[in-house]
């Protein structure tokens, strides 16, 4: 039961994140402003600080970003958790994790391939699918 589920289930997921099925695509200036709390958020600030919000602990509001996350400085290299607002006049770039549809597709629609042709070569090595002479 066990190797079936790793099999099945754990397999497929890790290759699901092994390739890239999410992508940090970069969020325009102009658009901060209409950023909603999907996806992670990693913000570039004109100070050379880094900051990473998970899903929905981020909020554009009046000119700035409140935020719940953790940062991490240029001159740092462990994590501070942080609770704040940061002006938008003081962000130098920002990255949001999105999905992305086309390479998901793809490798779902390979594994069910697999998943297939795996099934049809078992049958065929024990038998139970009857190969015509």
């Known amino acids: ?37 999907e996806g992670d958020l990693t913000v570039y600030t004109k100070d050379a600080t880094i900051y990473f919000f998970e899903e929905s602990n981020y909020l554009i509001s009046n000119d700035s970003l409140y935020v719940k996350g953790y940062v991490k400085s240029s001159d740092e290299a462990s994590k501070v958790e942080i609770e704040k ?11 949001q994790n999105e999905i992305n549809p086309v390479t998901t597709s793809l490798l779902v629609l390979g594994i069910a391939v697999l998943a297939v042709g795996a099934g049809i070569l078992i049958g065929v090595f024990t038998g139970l699918i009857p190969v015509p002479d």
Do not use: W
């Open 85 to 95: 607002s940061i002006a938008l006049t003081n962000i130098e770039s920002i990255q």
């Open 1 to 37: 039961m066990h190797k079936k589920y790793i099999v099945f289930v754990l397999i497929p997921a890790l290759l699901i994140q092994l390739y890239s099925c999410y992508s940090m695509q970069d969020i325009p200036k102009e658009e901060i402003t209409g950023l909603r709390g």
